[in-house]
């Protein structure tokens, strides 16, 4: 159960006794391997932390967002042409696709994407197992 589940059901919890009987589904991730310019990479991470977080964390469903800078490959090979990793959950897909066709993605988004470089960036969605 993540955070912002168990601290509503925590709150249930208090107000009436006992757990909530159905428990909370498990948030998809997508992951996007992204192709960050060397030279822009301050700006990025900058854009990420100050406008980019705050804006995706008030969207409804939201659960998670990360930007992850790639430091080593222990093992096998490194996603081609990867420097940063972005990584958004939501409850549900429908709920990011939401997000993805707010006036708000739309305005974030390409400041973000105007410091990649090459195919920019590859998508992959996940659910938990």
């Known amino acids: 159960m993540d955070r912002r589940n168990y601290l509503i059901a925590m709150a249930a919890a208090g107000a009436t ?25 301050k700006e990025m991470v900058t854009n990420f ?34 420097n940063y990793r972005l990584l958004i959950s939501f409850e549900t897909e429908e709920q990011r696709v939401k997000w993805v066709a707010t006036a708000e993605h739309q305005r974030v988004w390409p400041e973000i994407e105007k410091t990649l470089t090459g195919v920019k960036f590859n998508a992959v969605l996940f659910d938990p197992a």
Request: glycine letters at 6%.
């Open 17 to 41: 006794g006992s757990m909530p009987l159905k428990a909370a589904s498990k948030p998809i991730q997508l992951h996007c391997d992204l192709n960050v310019d060397p030279k822009r990479e």
């Open 49 to 82: 932390h100050k406008v980019f977080e705050p804006v995706i964390s008030k969207q409804p469903g939201f659960v998670e967002v990360k930007m992850l800078k790639l430091r080593s490959v222990p093992a096998g090979a490194a996603p081609a042409n990867t």
